[in-house]
């Protein structure tokens, strides 16, 4: 069992539809199953926010929204973008298809644990929806669910919202655990004969690293929901210092606040690039494959990749300046973040060098992987401004900050799974979409996410503070700022509809779209390799392919065509093409 | 554009100025081969990375109690007072902590036994070890059990204590409980895989590893209490 080879044991048999497209152990199948409940309660975490911006834009013009529910709907929509989208939908969903096709094995290593997996991830679902049907509703401590408010009285969800949503984090710990350590093993112990890690695609580097990450931060969230659910149901004071809580001391004593923001922040901001490094894998391979151009420093792409993801356990305090934590912490911390920019940058300069003279075509993965370079790099820019104490502290908890994570950890990697959907469309599905409604997406949607987030930028300038239901009439904020409001609100309805043309699209295609040629794209990577398409079950047929070079081949001077597949063999009399010592 | 090489990456010798040798050649061993770990066991593999993760658990764990710990303002009980049972008269300090370390260290002598003539294929032997592995587990479980009654008999509850500060009680009940619910686990799982072992299960497949696997896990459980009995009880 420890060797793959041509073993077909391992592999389980379904018999049944239930058994091939339900309770499937099939990593394909896994993946669509958390691809589609990821989209599809991000895509109510849209309609949370499209609401917000109806209230923001034009306060006291609707009622979806009443003043003591706007805090839930602000968490709600944080936490679900964050951990039950991104996270899910790039780790379950992307790693769990590209995984197996893309270093060439069969299937997970447990895919029994791997199916597991999912239903614990449905099952996180399940709670969190269930946790906006309790009474008082779900929590609404804001995304960071910080103590004491989150349990005390006078916050939403106090009581019982909390605790939905944190035992839905443990759930969600639990699922992401099952599937990261197959992840992990699959890509360490499974790959197929000539697969070298330094022959992986970026894709697979990213997906790998951030489930390692994952790994490592998830328990600080887990342990951090546990000691809140003991505040809250208990009564111990892990957390919550001695309050007076409407007008009553709450028998809580001498907890620290402090330390759940410690813990929380120690998960969070690994987070931020467990969901960063999929995106940046994926959008390398984007770039490479569509600019017909190898990538430009694999082996320092790779790399970056690697110490980003160490780094990053060790910059959390920065979301911390304004907490009351020892000043003397700022310095340290502001210092290894700004230190995280370095190979940050090389990664972008890397991504702009592999397009420097490159035979780019535009096609629509193209659009949104280039699209992703500008809202990263923005977003990137206002992240220096953020992580510097003196400039961090008059700007944090405005809009500033809110511009800031959208445009780099809320849209960019968005666009790099709306690239990456495209790309692999075909090979998942066997259809084309229509090239049409998917540019009409692109743009709508890239420009508008700029028409909503650099405005709020300018906001955050002028000190408009996030999280607050109204503004009113507040002596320091002009007009400017409710013209801008409603800027920021037309342009979110534009691309909230222009959503529809991607889900319209994605749909029709799927039943009418025209069949898709195996590789549409030329590109070399394994996965455009199988025997069939969409693969089946098993992936590769009777053999699994063997891989005699790196997945950049392309515009090799002198081969046939302007790729060379990772697993076409070399020539016998040329060296240039052999697999390396 | 004239000639160019096909640009990939090497694991030629380091040019000047770049990567010392030595950190190329490691990086070159782990990334070259098919395997990372060559030959290992996927499940060994990742019980491993589990454990890593695992680890990460307890340690936020423990280092939000020390955090506690060191920033409460009301004195902290000591644990040699509350600790102590009285026998015959005499208050003896830690003496049934003592007891139950040893017998849960013990218990992973029986388990690394027990791997041993797993792999010779003694199919009763390692059963048995197993078995008397799970029962040290099981002694050790209800001793915490019998600690705990007694504790919340004098009065220590997770919100409170007669002593001191309320962290403790709450510190401890968590920590040790969450230790308890890892060790009662890994009863369930010894002794489940000690009956495939004597039904010849892996007779069958030829591939004693689940021994391993679980010996793994009831190794790390045991070295996790010897992190808590350090941090808890002789701080």
């Known amino acids: ?581 | 554009m004239e000639h160019r090489e096909v640009t990939r990456p090497s694991v030629s010798a380091a040019e000047p100025g770049g990567v010392p040798q030595g950190l190329r050649d490691l990086a070159g061993d782990w990334a070259a081969d098919q395997e990372v770990f060559r030959h290992v066991h996927w499940g060994k593999a990742m019980i491993w990375i589990f454990l890593l993760s695992d680890t990460f658990i307890f340690s936020s764990f423990l280092v939000s109690y020390m955090t506690m710990r060191a920033s409460v303002t009301v004195p902290w009980p000591n644990p040699s007072e509350v600790f102590a049972l009285t026998i015959a008269g005499q208050s003896i300090p830690l003496i049934l902590i003592a007891i139950m370390t040893f017998v849960l260290i013990s218990s992973s002598g029986t388990m690394a036994m027990a791997v041993n003539f797993g792999y010779r294929r003694n199919r009763r032997v390692t059963a048995a070890l197993m078995l008397a592995t799970a029962l040290l587990g099981a002694t050790f479980v209800s001793m915490q059990a019998f600690e705990w009654s007694k504790l919340i008999h004098e009065g220590v509850r997770p919100w409170g204590n007669p002593w001191g500060a309320a962290q403790f009680g709450a510190c401890f009940f968590m920590i040790t409980g969450f230790h308890g619910l890892h060790v009662s686990g890994g009863v369930i799982i010894l002794v489940t895989v000690a009956i495939k072992v004597l039904r010849g299960h892996y007779d069958v497949s030829g591939d004693y590893s689940a021994v391993e696997i679980a010996g793994l896990y009831w190794h790390f459980v045991d070295l996790v209490w010897v992190f808590i009995f350090a941090f808890f009880y002789l701080w």
């Open chain 1, 1 to 581: 069992m420890a060797t793959i080879a041509d073993d077909l044991r391992p592999l389980h048999h379904p018999k049944t539809w239930i058994g091939r497209y339900v309770w499937s152990q099939d990593h394909k199948v896994i993946a669509i199953q958390y691809g589609v409940t990821a989209i599809g309660v991000g895509l109510f975490a849209l309609v949370l926010s499209f609401l917000m911006r109806l209230q923001l834009g034009f306060p006291g013009r609707f009622d979806f929204i009443q003043p003591e529910n706007y805090l839930q709907f602000v968490t709600m929509h944080g936490m679900i973008m964050v951990v039950y989208l991104l996270t899910a939908l790039l780790l379950g969903g992307f790693g769990n298809y590209l995984i197996p096709l893309m270093i060439g094995a069969r299937d997970m290593v447990f895919p029994f644990v791997n199916m597991l997996s999912y239903w614990f991830y449905l099952l996180s679902v399940i709670v969190l929806f269930a946790g906006l049907f309790v009474p008082g509703g779900p929590t609404g401590g804001g995304w960071t669910l910080y103590p004491p408010q989150t349990i005390t009285g006078g916050t939403p969800g106090a009581s019982w919202g909390i605790l939905m949503m944190m035992a839905s984090l443990g759930i969600f710990v639990i699922a992401f655990t099952m599937g990261g350590l197959n992840y992990v093993t699959t890509v360490l112990q499974a790959r197929t004969r000539g697969m070298t890690l330094m022959r992986m695609p970026c894709s697979v580097w990213g997906i790998f690293v951030a489930s390692i990450m994952g790994l490592l931060a998830f328990p600080a969230l887990f342990v951090a929901a546990i000691m809140t659910i003991l505040d809250s149901v208990v009564g111990t004071s892990f957390f919550v210092p001695e309050i007076v809580s409407m007008g009553e001391k709450t028998g809580h004593t001498g907890g620290s606040p402090i330390l759940f923001q410690h813990l929380f922040w120690f998960f969070g901001h690994p987070e931020v690039y467990i969901v960063a490094l999929p995106a940046f894998g994926i959008v390398s391979d984007l770039i490479s494959v569509h600019a017909r151009k190898n990538l430009f420093g694999y082996r320092m792409m790779v790399w970056a990749i690697v110490i980003i993801g160490g780094l990053s356990f060790f910059v959390w305090a920065h979301h911390m300046y304004v907490s009351g934590m020892n000043p003397y912490f700022g310095f340290f911390f502001a210092t290894s973040t700004l230190v995280i920019a370095i190979p940050t940058a090389i990664k972008v300069y890397n991504w702009l060098l592999t397009l420097w003279r490159g035979d780019i075509h535009l096609r629509v993965p193209m659009l949104f992987a280039i699209a992703f370079l500008f809202t990263f790099i923005h977003g990137g820019l206002t992240g220096l401004f953020l992580g510097n104490v003196s400039v961090d502290v008059p700007l944090s908890d405005t809009f500033f900050v809110v511009g800031h994570f959208h445009m780099v950890m809320g849209v960019s990697p968005v666009l790099v799974v709306f690239g990456a959907i495209y790309h692999w469309y075909p090979k998942i599905t066997g259809r084309m979409w229509d090239e049409r409604l998917a540019r009409l997406h692109f743009w709508i949607t890239f420009l508008g996410t700029y028409a909503i987030f650099l405005p709020m930028h300018y906001l955050g300038m002028l000190g408009v503070p996030r999280r607050y239901y109204a503004l009113g009439d507040t002596v320091f904020i002009p007009d400017s700022v409710h013209y801008a409001n409603m800027g920021i609100t037309i342009a979110a309805g534009l691309v909230f509809a222009a959503q529809g043309l991607f889900f319209y699209n994605m749909i029709w295609s799927l039943f009418r779209g025209p069949r898709a040629d195996p590789n549409p794209w030329g590109a070399a990577s394994l996965e455009w390799q199988t025997p069939d398409t969409p693969p089946h079950h098993g992936n590769w047929g009777e053999r699994l392919p063997t891989v005699y070079r790196w997945a950049y081949d392309y515009s090799v001077p002198g081969a046939a065509r302007d790729f060379i597949p990772q697993n076409e063999p070399p020539p016998a009399q040329n060296p240039a093409g052999g697999p390396q010592a």
